[in-house]
């Protein structure tokens, strides 16, 4: 059992975590605080959420890179619908109308892609460029900092608050119980559904899936509604977290969300992947953000320290491979037969 | 007293024009072994696809379990308890033992929630009825193909089979693991689950057959049981002719000759050690020993795949060193793979370009535009020399049965015009029929002065295509023997002798 939980990827994820923890905290102590679990938490609720959502693609075995776009399609439009309408009242109405827009953009890609049977990636490179494009041509092209009445304070609606010597008060944003609820909800499809198992077994070979008796196509589209749904729910957290909204939301996010993804032990080609795996990606990338911060080492170094980690990560399956290989095909040769 | 389960009555079916079944009829009794033997190309694949309901048939009836039906649909099929266990096993590689056995009932359940309590009871149920132990946790993907194919049989068994078909399912076992999977299958016979094993390893049929039925060109040609039924009688009904084994038209090379090949003390850590041997040209020389005495090692060592790190090497009497695999064509080692799906071929490519991606170089005009007239000689050419069974050179590689495509990686090496041939295994998984003519061509090519390094466990192989022959045994020569020198016996004797010595 625990020799399961150590070959894991989670594990692998999880350790490089505790390492970098421990690097910066040594380099400035000031790292070890609740004040920064929450800052790296609340830097982690949006992306997880939107991480959570391309899982099962990636899962599927697809990649998507549309979903930022869905995200600000449905934040910003809702928000310039309401804003037209005189609307000043809470965000639950942003999120219910959001998540419907959402819905639909999921469901045009997944249509687009069952339909014709098209390769997940084109659809959704053309999706992505499509819908900022709409975005801006039918809606609007300029960030808007107005906020609903009922919203204003969002921002700062903390579950727990700590006084830290170092930033003052510090505060974990409720906010990171979405992650919580959607996290679970999601495992759980993942798990303990034939839906779920179906994600899975179409990544791992679809052929068969297919032969089994999945249905490849509804599933793909479930798996698209979701992704819709859950984008949107990141841009509008995204949105009142930050305080403002905009046209061009999360535009050249997309790859730090498949980074995540694939760093929580996802596979590109599909059929593996967790929910935990992926949380604990997200964190490690936000680390590395907070890192460069806390060590004052510049910007620059954070890109290159997230693809040094990404190569290391990914080439850790071929360097396993390799090393059980070997110690596999070595036989003895003796000195004298 | 024997019930019969199924009946197949002259059934044909044609494919645009060409008759790939006639008038054929086939019966199976309850907890029955039969096996079915053919060329490639001689109707097996369509009976079976008939038999699960895949193809219907143009004439005929099949009958299972005393229903007869005209147009047999898959799940019909399935219902009666016909499953079919093709060569991809159908698993799913990233998920575990347990939910691969129990995915198909999951889904006929129509259940929408798993249970993985009752998954994991349902599959070590599975498991202990053929007697076998497999860790249910583990992921498909990290099993041994025989372990695979036990699951795959067990799959079978959960969907409560009553005639198992197994296509070509002793291709990639070692002996061990077939003698395992035959245990499994009389464990099926003593519950009155029948079998019908489709194979070309004619000494495996006779192992495990109670009746033997031969196919050739779409029609039965025999049926009969399988006691003292000997291999050279099916061999004679599958070919419809008597087999060419004569060891007598086996040219001797020129002993006077410079040696093409000349290797010296070469090692490489951990496989092999102190391997030293001359190879003259029109000589085949067979590299022999047990799966894991360093031959397949060694054979890569010369193409450069995993480069040996220690002795010498030298080609046409030059030193050589070969680090990787272009250093090895440079000097015109042509390597031929175990893995003929693996590692030989691209399979989505059309069989023309499969020939000439050697050699795409020489096809190219000043601006390099591929020739395509050019191309399609050659490709043509050697679609002809090895009689490749193919409509059109245009067609993917993947459309080829297994042994044109052994053929094809042939072809593909030759293009490029080596002096000196590896051909590692090149006839497991390839019938009776196709396995003599690739002998034929081994001996055809050596006879035109090409160096030909042959290795290989097959033993009459050897002894019909190899001039001398080289005995590894863990990882060095044990020995070097002149065919004259040496009966299949005493050679078996030897392999086997190294197995008891490494217990």
Redesign the interface.
């Given at each position: 059992m625990l020799k399961k939980i150590v070959k894991s990827s989670e594990f692998v994820t999880f350790t490089i975590i505790v390492l970098l923890s421990l690097i910066i905290g040594i380099i400035n102590p000031a790292f070890f605080s609740l004040a920064t679990v929450f800052d790296v938490l609340r830097a982690s609720i949006v992306v997880s959420i939107m991480a959570f959502g391309l899982l099962l693609v990636i899962i599927a075995g697809g990649i998507d890179i549309s979903f930022v776009a869905f995200a600000a399609l449905a934040s910003y439009g809702t928000h310039m619908f309401l804003l037209s309408r005189g609307y000043n009242g809470g965000i639950f109405l942003y999120y219910a109308i959001a998540c419907v827009i959402g819905l639909g953009a999921g469901l045009l890609s997944g249509l687009i892609v069952t339909r014709f049977n098209l390769p997940i990636f084109d659809v959704s490179l053309a999706m992505m460029t499509m819908w900022y494009g709409f975005i801006r041509f039918f809606i609007g092209s300029t960030k808007n900092f107005k906020l609903p009445e009922g919203a204003v304070g969002y921002y700062s609606r903390f579950l727990v608050t700590v006084r830290d010597p170092f930033v003052g008060e510090a505060g974990l944003h409720f906010s990171i119980l979405y992650v919580l609820i959607i996290g679970v909800l999601i495992h759980c499809l993942l798990k303990y559904t034939t839906l779920g198992r179906g994600i899975y077994a179409m990544g791992g070979n679809r052929e068969v899936a297919i032969r089994s008796g999945f249905n490849i196509k509804g599933t793909l589209l479930v798996v698209f509604g979701i992704l819709g749904v859950l984008s949107a729910f990141a841009g509008v957290t995204h949105s009142f977290l930050s305080r403002h909204f905009e046209p061009t939301l999360f535009m050249t996010q997309n790859l730090d969300v498949i980074a995540a993804v694939i760093l929580g032990g996802a596979s590109v080609t599909g059929g593996k992947g967790s929910v935990l795996g992926t949380f604990m990606g997200v964190i490690l990338i936000q680390l590395i953000n907070r890192a460069m911060v806390l060590t004052g080492i510049t910007v620059e170094w954070q890109q290159l320290m997230i693809g040094l980690v990404l190569a290391f990560f990914i080439s850790i399956p071929a360097i396993r491979d390799l090393i059980n290989k070997r110690a596999s095909r070595a036989v003895e040769v003796p000195e004298e037969i | 007293m024997t019930n019969e389960i199924l009946r197949v009555e002259n059934v044909s079916k044609a494919f645009a024009g060409v008759k790939a079944l006639d008038q054929v009829s086939l019966t199976v009794q309850e907890g029955e072994i039969l096996c079915l033997v053919g060329e490639n190309g001689s109707g097996k694949s369509t009976m079976i696809k008939i038999i699960s309901g895949v193809y219907h048939p143009d004439q005929g009836d099949i009958i299972i379990n005393g229903h007869s039906y005209k147009q047999l649909t898959p799940i019909e099929s399935m219902r009666e308890g016909v499953q079919v266990i093709y060569q991809?096993f159908?698993?799913?590689?990233?998920?575990s033992v347990a939910?691969n056995l129990v995915?198909?009932e999951?889904?006929?359940s129509g259940?929408?929630?798993?249970n993985?309590k009752e998954t994991y009871k349902t599959a070590e149920r599975g498991l202990e009825e053929i007697h076998v132990s497999i860790p249910l946790?583990a992921m498909v993907s990290e099993l041994s193909t025989a372990d695979r194919q036990l699951i795959a049989v067990t799959k079978a068994i959960l969907a409560e089979a009553r005639i198992i078909i197994m296509d070509e399912p002793t291709t990639a076992l070692t002996q061990k693991e077939i003698q395992s999977l035959f245990e499994v299958i009389n464990n099926l016979k003593a519950k009155g689950i029948s079998t019908i094993f489709v194979s070309h390893k004619l000494n495996e049929v006779t192992e495990i057959a109670d009746r033997t039925v031969i196919f050739r060109n779409g029609r039965k040609v025999m049926d009969q049981d399988a006691k003292n039924l000997d291999i050279k009688t099916m061999e004679f009904y599958m070919t419809g002719h008597e087999l060419d084994l004569d060891n007598s038209q086996l040219a001797q090379p020129d002993q006077q000759a410079a040696p093409l090949l000349e290797v010296e003390k070469l090692?490489l850590?951990?496989?092999?050690?102190d391997v030293s041997f001359q190879l003259r040209p029109g000589e085949v020389l067979g590299i022999t020993g047990l799966l894991?005495s360093?031959r397949t090692?060694l054979a890569l060592a010369l193409f450069g795949e995993t480069p040996a790190d220690s002795g010498t090497i030298r080609v046409e009497g030059r030193e050589v060193t070969i680090r990787s695999i272009q250093d090895a064509m440079r000097n015109r080692i042509g390597y031929v793979p175990e893995d003929r799906i693996l590692e030989g071929l691209f399979l989505q490519q059309t069989i023309s370009d499969n020939i000439i991606v050697r050699i795409i170089d020489q096809m190219v005009n000043k601006i390099h535009l591929i020739r395509a007239g050019a191309s399609k000689k050659v490709s043509d050419e050697w679609i002809g020399r090895l009689e490749v069974k193919t409509p059109s050179g245009e067609l993917p590689a993947k459309s080829l049965s297994g042994g044109n495509q052994q053929r094809l990686v042939l072809a593909k090496w030759l293009a490029s015009d080596p002096r000196i041939l590896i051909l590692n295994s090149p006839t497991v998984g390839v019938d009776v029929g196709s396995k003599a003519s690739i002998h034929e061509l081994i001996r055809n090519l050596a006879s035109q002065g090409m160096g030909i390094l042959l290795i290989s466990d097959d033993i009459p192989e050897l002894m019909q295509t190899c001039n001398r022959l080289i005995l590894m045994?863990?990882?060095?020569t044990?020995g070097v023997f002149d065919r004259e020198d040496i009966t299949e016996e005493q050679l078996n004797q030897e392999m086997v002798a190294d197995r008891v010595f490494s217990i």
């Open positions: - | 991809d159908s698993l799913f590689p990233n998920l939910e995915i198909n999951q889904l006929s259940r929408r929630l798993v993985w946790d090692g850590r951990g496989k092999f050690k894991g360093g090692e045994r863990r990882g060095r044990f």
